[in-house]
């Protein structure tokens, strides 16, 4: 299973139960539709460190980071990269 399919899983059984994966776009802005609030925010943040075994550090609390389907897999991407540098390098 991709990540886009386990984001898009969590945020619809979290936030959009009346919506289907294939309805919810990888771009939409979740935040500005306010589909999810700050409290939202924290709740993905929680599933990201616990699902992806991954650490969000303040640096990484950017809403940006956390604004559609296609930014969470960015930075899920991107932060599993910078651990595998670290631990390689």
Do not use: C
Not at 14 to 30: G, K, N, R, Y
Not at 37 to 55: T, Y
């Amino acid at each position: 299973m991709s990540n886009i399919t386990r984001i898009k899983r969590f945020l619809i059984d979290e936030f959009l139960p009346d919506v289907t994966p294939e309805q919810l776009a990888d771009d939409h802005d979740l935040l500005s539709d306010g589909v999810i609030d700050s409290l939202g925010v924290l709740k993905l943040i929680a599933w990201v460190e616990d699902h992806f075994a991954l650490p969000v550090d303040d640096t990484d609390l950017d809403p940006n980071n956390f604004r559609s389907v296609a930014a969470i897999d960015a930075f899920i991407t991107e932060r599993r990269a910078q651990a595998g540098a670290t631990v390689g390098g």
